[in-house]
Every structure is written in structure tokens, then in C-alpha cells.
DNA sequence: CATGAATGAGTTTTCATTCAT
DNA sequence: TATGAATGAAAACTCATTCAT
């Protein structure tokens, strides 16, 4: 019941005076939120287990109540954080700058690389769905992350239009919708995938074929024919 | 508390050795199974409540135990026959006598309306990839299942590459993939997408654009370009 | 943690069939309600441990929550049988048809003498007090049976008034609190009434001598003066 | 959870050896104490948190451990407080100098307005005898106080039998049990008064007929008959 | 087969108190 | 002195499962 350990603090330079702070409130935080990731997405909310997360934690169980409150309101900041990785990474994207299907393709892939670097995150969302994204409503970042996806994709389709590569009557959602579908389902369902066909589609092969079968999908999809 | 009634039993009236029967094990079984299917696929494995699945039953929790053993046996119980849904409907398809273009995209609607119709299905397949899948590995209706839709579509495949109608370089898992992830991500997800975008998938004014827009999607994907 | 015996279940009669019920639902709720009101009355709401009360119990504590939901859904059931209680007795008393004097002076002795006796009532009641009697106001039985009480005290009032023993200008709720104030205090604050003086009013000798100063002092304040 | 300002200390300006400190230990204290008399009345001893009281202070928990020990340190703190105060007021009661009938009438409307408006010090009393009283007896003040309120009845009771006002058979700490009751149970018990007979007992109007009323009973308790 | 009562181990949550800065 | 962070023990509550009738 002991921890053997703490955390040691970060030293920030040569300043002792600085160093080996035993109380950093910020690292405790981080550092629960970082398991709870894990056991949430792991086991789902109700399977996951309060004590199992404190275990794995450098503080106590009562630390996460002290910061969250409850069961419910870490798992809330779970996906909040997570969320607000991917919000953070998606606006550094140069796509405005890029040719059109060009910036598409650029599109895609990170949307694919994301997905398959977190998986995390995938399997937050599908929690989430089952629980009919009742906490995912109460975060003020969810829906403006989402509307600032569709604008990436907007300003992609109407740059396309008007440069003659891409079909005039696509809906930015859509789009977006199928982009999510083909990135998505092969990370949240790759157990059942690999054991309905033996093959796992995190190999890097496999991976690396969906990437590019997916981005081609998708620009054969908003193609304008000759 | 109290139940108002009792399942009366089907008197098959006229043969005597079925009359009479005050109990019938299959309908209380069947009773069971549905009321667990609403419950698991809504809740989760861990989130699933005997009790609450025992309460909205025809019976009592007692025979819940006599007739599948524990939650986790009425749970693959209740997957073993979701799926056993699915494969009897599949088989029904009069796909190989198509021209290849029709039946795939036969093929894709079909699987659209049939994620679209059974959330159940899809969400269980969710929750099966939050387990690792490692219930439904158990079922042997499985594997073959999804064996017989890969050999429809490699026929497909083979069919239309021969008509010119194809490209030659797609493999039948891959697009099997292509077209699970469209049909699948809308339904599975459909809460957080709403609550994103404010655009219910299931609209039916949607679900019929969705459904063309994903069955063109696939078919773009596989035509041989001139 | 294992319990050593079982209530033995009230055998109705001779019937052997009948005999030794290991399962008596009534029986446990009536164990569980005593033990709680032991509980409560002496500790209060929030002093009063659920493990506590379980273990004094012929079962489990899961049994408390069984039956009663929560602790407070046991604290409300505690207060609905020690106010059922009280009720049941009050009316069997015979006083409209004795002399109001007579009646009167039954009245407060008995109301004395419940209160002597049923010191759990009375701590409840205080408790209830600390609590704002948000409990007890969620009682239907409540209101009810007070009404009752002052009914009888009206029906002596105007009879005595009747016949000139009583002056004609009381109300009958106000002789109500007067007399539950002089009922309850000494009992409910016999603690520091005892420690302050050194007496112990449920002595019974000065136990005896209150109750006929009450009645005085009620008698002496009805009274209507030549 | 930041606290937005701390208590200024009032700096008696002028002497510089009182000025310029930055904290008032007394005034720490003091406040402290006033808002734990009202939490620990409001809620029990149990039912009182550390925190909620640290939360309502302009300082923080450490100093309440710093200045009281313990939560029960506390609490008998606020004991003490509130027994100092009334004792302080009963001194400056010139009833010995008054007719014995005048006199009597003064000391219980004193008692009666006591009550009234310390309802605090009332509920804590309640609170004390739910706990056997274990805490109070400690409080040298406590049974000091009750001394001298006996005497000051004695003395009254003795110059009243001699004037021929009084019967001469009454004991003081009867007599002062008798008005305690009557002050005392209708504001400690006002909450289930109030619910029970939809009247509450501190509305200005009932509260001056209660007033007359309860000296009304006393002083035809004492008075001799002619 | 059917049923409500019973159970124990586990899970979440709370709370008075102490520590490091 | 002052303060937010930290703690462990205890409390309330839940749940899958079994038993007696």
C-alpha cells in the first residue's frame, strides 16, 4: 500500500533551490490523467477501475478525487485532454497553402496517422458512442474543434472546384465523414478485423497500403472526370 | 416487483403430447436473449446489469443462470446469435448473377442497410473491440462467416476485372475493409457525429445520401479508368 | 464475519411444515429496523454507521440496501415505524368519554409516559430537528396523525369549556405544544439537565414527581378561575 | 479556491507597537469559531465537515488544527463560546430587586427571548444531549452557570411564599425545568412543529402569544390559591 | 421450472488530519 | 503564520451469483 517512489520533480536548471520539489501539483495531474487514458480506453468506463488507475499512479486514490471528484469527471478530463491533442496538432497543418489534391492527400494521411498513432483516442470515441456521447457533449472544446476541421475541408473543396480537379457537389461533412469512416474503422475494430481474417492491420505493411488505398479512395472519390 | 404475467406458452393445439406444456424453455431462452442483446449493446459488457436485464424479462434471474451460466456466457450468447442473424441474411443475396458493377454495388447497399438497420449488431462489434475481441474468437459462426463474404467478393472481383469493367490490382480483404468502414463508422459513431456536426446520421433525408455517396465512393474506387 | 446463528423464525403453531423458515422477510426488515433505531436514535443520521447497524443484524449489511435502498431510505424508514407507533397507541385511548379534567389529565400522562418510555422517539425527533426535518416531512403518515391529536385536545377543550372547568380562550395547538414541551425536554435533554444538577430525571422518584407537575401545570393552566 | 482576500487587521493606529502586524491571531480565532458554531449547529457534530467550515473562513484548515487541535477541540471551543455568552447576559438581570410575581414574569421572558434569538445555542444543547452530554460536562462554566440561575429561582421562590404570592411547595430546579421546557422545546423543535401543524413557531405573531402564554403558565403554576 | 431472499467480495467515495513549501 | 497538496483509514454502496422454498 506504500509507494516505493515519488515522481521526481523536474529540475528546471542548475538552481537547487528549484530542484527536487516534492509537491507539483501540475505532474500529479499529468500523471493521473496519463494512466486514466490508458485505463478508460482500455477498459471502458465502467470496466474501468478506480483503484486499478491509482495503482498505477505515483499518488494515492485519494488524489484523484482531490483533482477530479469522481469516477465521471476523470474519465471527462480524459476526454478533454485527448481531444485537445489532436485539436492542438491538426492546426499546425499547412494545408491552406498546398495545391488542392495535393492538400487533400496531406489531409488524409494525417487524419490516417493519427488514428493509427492513437489509438487511445479511437477507442475513447467508441466508449464514448456507447454511452451515447453523453460526456463528450458537456466539453465546450468538442464542437469548435470540429467546426474548424470542416473549414480546413471547405476551403480544400472550393479551391479543387474552382481549380478544375475536383467535383462541384460534395459536402464538406461528407467528406469529412468518409475520410473518419476509412481512418477510424480500421483502428477501432482491428480485433475483430484480425481475427475474421488472420491478418492484423497494424502490420507495417498492411498499414501502409491501407494509407495509401484510403487516400486514393478518397481523391478518386472528389475527382472531376474528364 | 411483482410480475403481471408469465409468457403463456404457444399451445400448438390439436396434438396433445405439445399441449398443455405450462413452461417453454425456448421462448423463456429467446425472451432472455433479446432483452440481454438491448442491454449489452446499450451498456457494455461491464456497464450491463444482470439485474437490470433479469427485471425487463419474462422470467426471473434464477433462470438467466440455468439457462446460460453466467453474465459472460449470456454475453457470447447473445453475440453467437447477432451474428447468426447476419450470416442467414447474407446468404440470401443473388449476387453471382449480377454483372459485377450491379452486384457490387448491390453488395454495398445491402451491407449499408443492414449496419443501418442493426445498431445492435454494430454496436456489439464496438464493444467486442474494447474486449480484444476475445469473445467473439470463440464463436465459430464467425470465421466462416466472414470466409464466405470475402469469396463473394473476390467473385466479384474476378468477374469485373474480366469485363473490363474492374481494376486488376484490388484485393478482396482490402476492399471488404473499404466497405465495412463506411457502412459501419456512421452507425457505430453516430453520437458523437451528431453532437459534433448537429446532423443526425440516422436522418432518413441523410441516410439516403450517405447510402449513394458511399456505394459511388466504392465503385470509383474499383473502375478500371478508360 | 460470518454470522454465528440465525434468527430462529416464529413458528406459527404446531405445523410442522411451517416451522423453521429459514427465510422471513418480515422478520428481517422488523431485525434490521430495530437495530437501526437503536442505531440512529444514538448516534444520529450522520453518526450512525451502516456497518455498525449491520453487524448487530441477523444479516448483511447488502440486506440494509436490499431492502431499504440507502442509509437515509433506512433513517425514513426508522421515523415512519417509531411515528406509526406512537399513532397506533394515541388512538386507543379512551378520553372522550371521561370528564374534560379527568380526560386532560390522562391525556398528558400519557403523553408523558410515552415519551419516558420511548426515548428513541424523542432523540429522533431532535435529530430530525438538526436536520430541518426534511426527512419527516416526506412522511405521509406525518401530518395525519397530528391532525388527530389535535382533534382530541379540541373535542376536551370544548367540553370542558362546556362545563365551565376550562377558560374558553385556548387554542388547541397552543396546549398541545405546551404539553409536548414539558413531555419532551426533560427526556430529550436529560444529559445535560443531569450533568448541570446533579439529578438524573429519569429517576423514579423524580420521575413521578414531574409527572404530576405537568399535569398541574396543564391543569392549572386550562383551569377556569372562580 | 482561491481565497480573495484576507482579514485586515485592524491596526489601532497610533501605538506603533500594536501596528504593522500582519496577522491578529483573535481575530483568526474569533472567526473561526463563528463560522464553526454555525456549521456545528446546522449540522451536528458529525454531520459538521472540516472542510466546509476551512472553505467558510478567511483562513485555511491548517490554522484550525493550528489554534483548536481537532475537529472535537473545536467543537467544544464553540461549546464554551456559547455557554460564556449567555452567561454573560443572565448576570445583568436586576430581578432580585423586583416584586417576586414582576420578577418571576421577567426571568422567563428573559428565558423565552434568550431562546428565541440564539436558536444556535439551542440547537447545540440538542446536539449534546445526542451525545450523552459527554462533551459539556467538561466546560467548568457550564455547571457554574446553572448554580447561579437556581439561585436566582430560589431566591424568588422564597420571597414570593413569604409576600403570600407563592404556594410553598414548589422546588427551584423543578420550576426551572418547567420554564426550560417551555422555552427551549419550541425552538429546538420548531422544524417538525412547523411541518406538522403548518404553523411556524418563530412568526412574530405566534411567537408573542407563545410569550405570554408560557409566563402565563408559570406564574399559575407558582401562585397561591386563595 | 420458478421465485424472491440472501450473500460476500469488491468498488466508489468521504473525511479528519498532516506535510512541504 | 500561512497555504495548497497529500494521505490512509474508514465509510457507503454495488454487483454477480447462490440458496431455500
Redesign the pocket.
Known amino acids: 500500500?506504500?509507494?516505493a517512489s515519488?515522481v521526481a520533480?523536474p529540475e528546471t536548471d542548475g538552481t537547487p533551490s528549484e530542484a527536487?520539489?516534492?509537491?507539483?501539483?501540475e505532474?500529479?495531474?499529468r500523471n493521473i490523467l496519463e494512466v486514466a487514458t490508458q485505463e478508460f480506453s482500455s477498459m471502458g468506463l465502467?470496466g474501468?477501475?478506480?483503484?486499478?488507475i491509482?495503482e498505477r499512479t505515483?499518488?494515492?486514490?485519494?488524489?484523484?478525487?482531490?483533482?477530479f471528484?469522481?469516477?465521471?469527471?476523470?474519465y471527462e478530463a480524459v476526454l478533454e485532454k485527448v481531444y485537445g491533442d489532436i485539436r492542438t496538432l491538426e492546426q499546425d497543418l499547412p494545408i491552406s497553402e498546398l495545391d488542392p489534391t495535393e492538400g487533400l492527400r496531406k489531409l488524409v494521411e494525417f487524419t490516417f496517422d493519427y488514428h493509427d498513432r492513437h489509438r487511445d483516442f479511437v477507442r475513447l470515441v467508441s466508449i464514448e458512442n456507447i454511452h451515447g456521447a453523453k460526456y463528450i457533449e458537456q466539453l465546450k472544446s468538442f464542437k469548435s474543434r470540429n467546426a474548424s476541421v470542416i473549414r480546413t475541408i471547405e476551403d480544400l473543396l472550393a479551391r479543387g472546384v474552382a481549380a478544375g480537379q475536383f467535383r462541384p457537389d460534395i459536402d464538406a461533412i461528407d467528406l469529412h465523414l468518409l475520410i473518419s469512416s476509412l481512418c477510424f474503422h480500421r483502428v477501432a475494430n482491428r480485433y475483430t478485423f484480425g481475427s475474421a481474417f488472420g491478418r492484423d492491420p497494424s502490420h507495417p505493411r498492411l498499414r501502409a497500403r491501407h494509407r495509401e488505398m484510403i487516400a486514393d479512395a478518397v481523391l478518386r472519390f472528389v475527382r472531376k472526370e474528364a
Chains 1, 2, 3, 4 share one sequence.
Not at 48 to 52: E, G, Y
Not at 69 to 74: P, R
Open positions: 500500500m506504500k509507494k515519488r520533480a527536487r520539489r516534492k509537491y507539483d501539483p505532474q500529479t495531474k465502467s474501468a477501475r478506480v483503484d486499478a491509482a505515483n499518488t494515492t486514490k485519494r488524489m484523484l478525487y482531490y483533482y471528484g469522481s469516477k465521471e469527471g476523470l
